[in-house]
């Protein structure tokens, strides 16, 4: 039996410089690299999400990616200043997560989870 690993997660962005303020800057994603509408960054734990500036359509019904946070209602402050839009605020979750729900500024669905 083969197993699959996660190799890179890809967002389509309709600005490369807003979709870096909020992922590579409020997140603190490591940027290795960018070039041509492209950029590559990284999380602490190694996944790699390329930003790929061109035409997008978000969807509430589409994957929403999910990230693992330090201090959650302090990053939640900093996506908005940055130009997200926060849509659940740091909630205690059924589950036993506290959790945000945030929209970058392309319209795609964030989640935010405390560490």
Do not use: K, N
Request: aromatic share 6%; net charge negative.
């Amino acid at each position: 039996m083969t197993t699959t690993s996660l190799h890179r997660i890809v967002l389509s962005s309709t600005s490369l410089p807003d979709a870096l303020a909020l992922y590579g800057e409020v997140l603190a994603l490591r940027v290795e690299r960018t070039a041509d509408g492209f950029a590559w960054l990284r999380s602490a734990d190694g996944v790699e999400l390329m930003v790929h500036e061109r035409p997008a359509t978000a969807s509430d019904t589409a994957v929403a990616l999910t990230f693992a946070v330090p201090d959650l209602s302090g990053v939640v402050e900093r996506w908005a200043e940055a130009g997200g839009a926060v849509v659940d605020p740091p909630a205690e979750q059924p589950w036993g997560e506290r959790m945000a729900v945030v929209r970058d500024s392309d319209g795609h669905l964030v989640c935010l989870v405390e560490q």
